[in-house]
């Protein structure tokens, strides 16, 4: 079995081998032509691409793709505007996103004024130092006396001011 597996497989190489030497020549030569070809067309890409950004221009790719973001961010502003022109008066926005959910009452409703909308200010503004004639914010507290601080300097200072405010 072994040795007519091994004949068939040598009969069928004999074959592909008994192509005539102008056929191995032909498929050389066409092989040659398409590598050729190929690299001519390489060529013709990089020198293009060269000369582009030689005189600073966009690829026609490139400008395409900003022109349609551009036609799309235009166009979903469009659609925004349209949408807060045809909603009503009597209409109640309900909008969840990343910073959080925001529900919108006309001002016609007549709502409490608990629900007036206030502008959030968290975190809170940083303390200055309690420092003499230093504004800057503070960055660490005195244990003792919890005075707001913003260096060594300061801590210093103070230190000084409260030992003669003590000692008078």
């Known amino acids: 079995m072994w040795c007519s597996v091994f004949l068939i497989s040598s009969f069928i190489t004999e074959q592909k081998e008994k192509l005539t030497e102008v056929e191995q020549q032909l498929k050389k030569a066409e092989a040659a032509q398409r590598r050729r070809m190929q690299v001519e067309k390489a060529n013709r890409e990089n020198e293009a691409e060269a000369i582009r950004k030689i005189l600073g ?3 026609g790719r490139e400008k395409r ?3 349609n973001k551009k ?3 235009a166009m979903a502003q469009v659609e925004k ?3 807060a022109l045809m909603l009503a008066s009597s209409t109640i926005r309900w909008v969840m996103g990343p910073t959080g959910t925001v529900v919108t009452f006309p001002k016609d409703m007549g709502l409490p004024s608990i629900f007036e909308s206030k502008p959030c200010s968290y975190p809170p ?3 200055n130092c ?3 004639s230093c504004s ?3 960055k660490y507290r ?9 260096s060594l300097q300061c801590y210093k200072a103070v230190q000084e001011k409260l030992q003669a405010e003590t000692t008078c």
């Not at 005195?142 to 913003?150: E, I, N, V």
């Open 71 to 73: 036609r799309r961010e």
């Open 142 to 150: 005195d244990s003792k006396s919890k005075l707001p601080l913003c």
């Open 130 to 132: 309690a420092g003499p």
């Open 57 to 59: 221009q966009d690829s």
């Open 65 to 67: 793709k900003a022109q």
């Open 136 to 138: 800057n914010p503070y």
């Open 81 to 83: 505007a349209a949408n």
């Open 125 to 127: 503004p940083r303390e």
